[in-house]
């Protein structure tokens, strides 16, 4: 396997800070008493079996979960120190800082250039500067150069990795500081998942990146730090296994249940 | 009986159950067109009706119906689209909500000629209308609001998840997801809802025929009385004016509620396509 080459420094900042995260849909506990800190600028896997809450935790970082009727959190997660669970925090706000990518590229029914569009016009950004925003988003998501001729034309004519590019695109033209993935690429050919992989690498400079995924190899090629879930016993809580270094989980994991993961014995 | 005999003729009935729907149709259609294709023309259309056996066009008729479906599809479209918003992405799905939609789909499927007794009632004799395209219009609207705002809401609940999820996930607040995210994408299905609840009100008679009047008139203000292409239609068959003018006007009239019908599927079609 391969590893990403300039590792993070150890005194680097965290971004987010979860301190003992549980987390209810309705009477069932998903997740109990998590406790991690994501650094910033730096790329962060979630792996582990299905239905082991790493989805439904990664959707607690932008409070998406409220979406969802009958869930509710306990515990801290921290964005810049700051609890975002407070009282007074607008999601709505939360959510501009914080962007999401989901597992089914889901461009909007219009033009590439109005998909790109759409998150600065919800904030009233005026429509002079509209042009220079979408094509720097297009530009920094790897799709200019094979979109740039055909802006006018319905997001949903492209392909599958193309999409998924433009849901980049349109998450980067509203600037966040941290992109949640949630299995980006599970729907995609392998080209395609090539450049996302490959584009994660080039916006890590700039922003956090929490990315979800079954394939390990990804996680392996794309993370500087994995966290390891587990729900042991079938509807019950799932637990944060190991939080590391990529490198120490795939070569060196501390738990035995990690090593077991890894290596394929289960999940 | 083997099992080819029970196949040979169980196809044998659904060919003769598919050929009666077929001819059924096919029978009403061309006994129609055959009937009153003679009468088609530029100046049956464009010009008005002449003495007392009704020759000449039909023309103030094809406006009075065009104007009062009009006005009613300008009633009904807000009303419904906004009452299908609400029923749809912010009531709390539960009894009331429920009973809404229940009251909404007995609505539809009350008989026109009460809702037309109705609309006599409120509109022309109580609210001091008179008979008038607003009156009539405005009955019309009971008919066409819950065709329209049910199909709406199913338009409306049919949008995926992940593109509303997709438009949280840009900091959209609820009402931007909806107006921005939701509706246009529902919009395709909507407005095809409109043009079915539409067609359905161009040929709708029992309504009209209580609260628009009889007066062959060029209506121009909404206050103005007229005589839709259907009762024109009713009083030349029914009291033997003019058979020939009533089989063009229903030709014409099938023509137009055939139009509706096309004019949503190519909208549908149209905006299916990427």
Known sequence: MSYRATPVADDAPEKITVKGLDFFYGDFHALTDISVGIKEKAVTAFIGPSGCGKSTFLRCFNRMNDLIPGTRAEGTITLDGQDIYATGVDPVDLRRRIGMIFQQPNPFPMSIYDNVAFGPRLQGIKKTELDEIVQTSLERANLWKETKDILGRNGLALSGGQQQRLCIARVLAVEPEVMLMDEPCSAIDPTSVQKIEDLMDELKDRITIIIVTHNMQQAARVSDFTAFFLQEVAGEAAVLVEYDRTPNIFTSPKDRRTEDYITGRFG | ?274
């Open chain 2, 1 to 274: 009986m083997n099992k080819n005999t029970a196949n040979a003729i169980a196809l044998t009935l659904l060919w003769i159950s598919a050929i009666v729907t077929v001819a059924v149709l096919g029978t009403v259609i061309i006994y129609v067109f055959v009937n009153g294709i003679a009468q088609l023309s530029p100046e049956f259309i464009f010009t008005w009706p002449e003495g007392v056996a009704a020759e000449g066009g039909i023309w103030p008729t094809i406006v009075s119906t065009l104007y009062v479906t009009a006005l009613a599809m300008i009633i009904v479209t807000p009303i419904a689209i906004l009452a299908a918003v609400y029923l749809a992405e912010y009531a709390v799905q539960g009894r009331l909500v429920s009973t809404i939609r229940f009251a909404a789909d007995s609505l539809a499927s009350v008989p026109s000629i009460v809702m037309g007794l109705f609309g006599l009632a409120l509109f022309v004799e109580a609210a001091g209308i008179g008979f008038s395209m607003l009156s009539a219009a405005l009955a019309l609207s009971f008919l066409m609001l819950p065709i329209v705002m049910r199909t709406t809401e199913e338009a409306i609940r049919s949008v995926p998840k992940y593109i509303r999820w997709g438009s949280y996930g840009l900091g959209a607040t609820k009402w931007q997801v909806v107006s921005r995210s939701v509706l246009p994408a529902s919009m395709p299905r909507i407005v095809t809802g409109i043009i079915l609840a539409t067609g359905r009100a161009v040929g709708e008679t029992a309504v009209v025929i209580y609260t628009m009047g009889q007066a062959i008139n060029l209506p121009i203000t909404p206050f103005d009385s007229g005589r839709p292409m259907t009762v024109h239609l009713y009083l030349l068959a029914m009291e033997g004016i003019n058979l020939p003018a009533a089989y063009g006007t229903a030709l014409l009239l099938m023509i137009m509620i055939l139009a509706f019908n096309l004019g949503a599927r190519y909208f549908l079609r149209r905006n299916r396509k990427v």
